[in-house]
């Protein structure tokens, strides 16, 4: 089953806007990871924060984690028509083990 | 980052058919894969996990006799799906961890349609 939940669903914005992805999760976890994936495609690695991390930067990406609130953002500064993507968050709770993904944000930047 | 790939990337096929899609971990070695499947607009949900040297441990609700997974060695991981039919077509992805990374590398994945 799933282990969490992606808000909105869907996100229109114009180009150079700042969008804001958020994830909510259910059980404990140890680390929370960001993908993206163009429509059709593999999914790309975004950013992982550890369970013990609050928050992260990499790039125009930033991530926060709540894990009393068990929900991480993600935000894309400065987003670009390139950025159109779904993005969905991933949690798991050992190593090796595999992730749960939530369902997704589907972004649309337009130019 | 680690490289994953996946063999073929599509393929359309008629129902009834047995479609083998290839995984493999190009540049090190994987005792354990996981398989995704991906409906259209939707999530990706894992199938099983694939074990070097032991059968796959599935998800609930995936059936082990329709989706064999084999996993015969530490770089190649196979998923046949069996008897095919429509409500099969969707995208499979599968892939690797290497503990030291503590992240997972995704194959490209494989888009099968079933007609």
């Known amino acids: 089953s799933q282990q969490g939940e992606e808000d909105p669903q869907a996100l229109s914005i114009q180009e150079g806007e700042n969008a804001t992805m958020n994830c909510s999760y259910k059980?404990?976890?140890?680390?929370l990871q960001w993908y993206r994936q163009n429509s059709g495609r593999g999914l790309v690695h975004l950013i992982l924060?550890?369970?013990?991390?609050r928050e992260k930067h990499s790039g125009r990406l930033r991530v926060t984690l709540d894990t009393s609130k068990k929900s991480s953002s993600l935000l894309i500064t400065a987003s670009r028509a390139a950025d159109t993507a779904s993005y969905f968050c991933?949690?798991?709770?050992?190593?090796?083990?595999?992730?749960?993904f939530g369902k997704g944000t589907r972004l649309s930047v337009i130019a | 980052g680690a490289v994953v790939s996946q063999h073929p990337s599509w393929v359309i096929c008629k129902s009834g058919t047995s479609v083998k899609i290839e995984c493999r971990s190009l540049?090190?070695?994987?005792?354990?894969m996981f398989w995704y499947r991906q409906f259209p607009k939707q999530s990706l949900m894992l199938m099983a996990t694939?074990?070097?040297?032991?059968?796959?441990?599935?998800e609930q609700g995936v059936e082990k006799d329709k989706f064999l997974i084999n996993h015969a060695s530490l770089t190649l991981s196979t998923l046949t799906v069996t008897s095919a039919h429509p409500e099969d077509s969707s995208f499979y992805i599968c892939?690797?961890?290497?503990?030291?990374?503590?992240?997972?590398?995704f194959g490209p994945g494989t888009r099968l349609t079933v007609l």
């Open positions: 991933a949690t798991d709770d050992t190593g090796n083990t595999p992730l749960v």
């Open positions: 059980t404990s976890i140890n680390n």
């Open positions: 924060i550890r369970s013990n991390e």
């Open positions: 540049d090190f070695q994987a005792t354990t």
């Open positions: 694939s074990n070097e040297g032991s059968k796959a441990t599935y």
């Open positions: 892939s690797t961890e290497r503990s030291s990374y503590n992240e997972q590398f």
